[in-house]
Structure formats: C-alpha cells, structure tokens
C-alpha cells in the first residue's frame, strides 16, 4: 500500500465540529494544509446523504491526490468509487469487504487490543487504526483508552510484520510529537496520526493541519 497515512484526517458531521461550516469547505482547506488522507466518517445521514456527501469528498482529494476512505460503509465507498474503507470490529467482515471490493482497494481495520491487531493483520489489512490512544469527547463510547505505553506495547508485539498502523484519539498539536517519538529507539513505530477535533473543529483548518504537519515531521528537541 503506497499510501502516505503521515496525517490522516477523520471526518466528523456533528454541529460541534463543523460549526455551521459546510464539510467539503473544512475538509479542502485541510488538503491545503497537507492532510495525507481523508476518511469520510458520518454516523448521523442517511445512506443518499452520504453518497451524495462522499462523492463531493472524492472530487476535492482527488484534486490535491489524496484518497479518500470511507468509515464503516462499504457499499457507499464503492458506489463513489473511494480509494478504500476503514472497518471497525462491528463493521463487514474484512473478508466480505476484500471480495466485493476492487483488488486495489485499501482497507484499514480498527484494532484496540493486541488480538484485534493480530487478527486484522493474519486477514491482510492494509493498515491498522490504533486507540483509543486519549480519551476523547469526539467519540465517546471507546472500550480501552491505551495511551502511549499501551499502543507502543501493540506496536513491539506486531513489530515482525509490515503493517502500516496509524494512532486515534485525542491526538492535537500539544502531544503529536509525544505520540510519534514516544519511544526514541522503537521496535516499530506509527505511521501516522489519525485526527479528527484538532483539525474539523479548529477556526482555520489549513493552518492547523500545516502545522501539525509541520510537528509530526519534526523530532521534539527533549523527549
Ligand atoms: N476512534 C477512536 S477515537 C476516535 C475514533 C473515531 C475519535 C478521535 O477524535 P479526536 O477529535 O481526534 O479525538
Ligand atoms: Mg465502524
């Protein structure tokens, strides 16, 4: 998978996040910013809505070249002709979503506990969602909050396979690089961030994605 997850952008369609702002003017303006990879995350509209939503979504990465990933909805991802979609331990099965899927589609799979990221792996998931790594208002009903240590913990115990895995929950400018550079000389580490307040809900999400770009980029002069 040559997919770049550095900064990974979850959507969000709740008034609190978007603040009356339209979600296709966020989600451009954190492509501007340097968002790597979007995944359109909606539990609130109805299955046109999202469509409807998604297929807007598709046109504005594919402008800057970033794929767009759909959360939960795999009949929505294929009917827009997304890049991929993120499944949780709820969702479709990874192997019914791989054999309705193109061949090239990406799937990331949620993985909480080390069994999870086991499992997703022995599937063939392209990448792993891991978290909750801070508890977060922006999704509330989380089963383990894991913090460093306990995503560094998964990360050692998978660190003989490729899996690209990113880190979910909590995660903004003031402890991006504690999440990246948590361990100076680790087994493995993340390949990203995946973030949804600290981008959707800031007043300017250009600025906040460069920057965040900018911290994740950067190795923290003192750990
Ligand atoms: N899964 C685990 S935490 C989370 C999801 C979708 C929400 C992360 O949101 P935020 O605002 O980046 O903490
Ligand atoms: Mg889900």
Do not use: W
Request: charged letters at 20%.
């Amino acid at each position: 998978m040559a997919v770049d997850l550095s900064l990974y952008l979850v959507t969000d369609s709740t008034p609190a996040i978007l603040k009356g702002r339209d979600i296709c003017t966020v989600v451009e303006e954190a492509l501007k910013g340097g968002v790597t990879v979007v995944q359109y995350r909606d539990k609130k509209s109805d299955t046109g809505e999202q469509i409807a939503t998604a297929r807007k979504l598709h046109q504005i990465c594919q402008k800057y070249g970033v794929p767009l990933l759909i959360n939960d909805r795999v009949d929505v991802a294929l009917a827009v002709g997304a890049e991929g979609v993120h499944l949780g331990q709820d969702d479709m099965k990874f192997a019914e979503a791989k054999k309705i899927l193109p061949k090239e589609a990406i799937i990331g799979i949620s993985a909480s506990t080390l069994e999870e990221a086991q499992k997703a792996i022995a599937d063939g998931a392209d990448y792993l969602g891991i978290g909750t790594m801070f508890a977060t208002p922006t999704k509330t009903n989380t089963r383990y909050v894991l913090g460093t240590a306990g995503t560094q913990a998964i990360l050692d115990a998978i660190s003989t396979t490729s899996v690209n895995t990113v880190a979910i929950g909590g995660i903004n400018h003031s402890n991006v690089q504690r999440v990246i550079y948590q361990s100076e000389s680790p087994k493995k580490a993340l390949d990203g961030v995946a973030i949804v307040s600290a981008i959707m809900a800031a007043d300017d999400s250009k600025a906040a994605a460069e920057e965040l770009a900018k911290l994740i980029k950067n190795p923290p002069c003192i750990r």
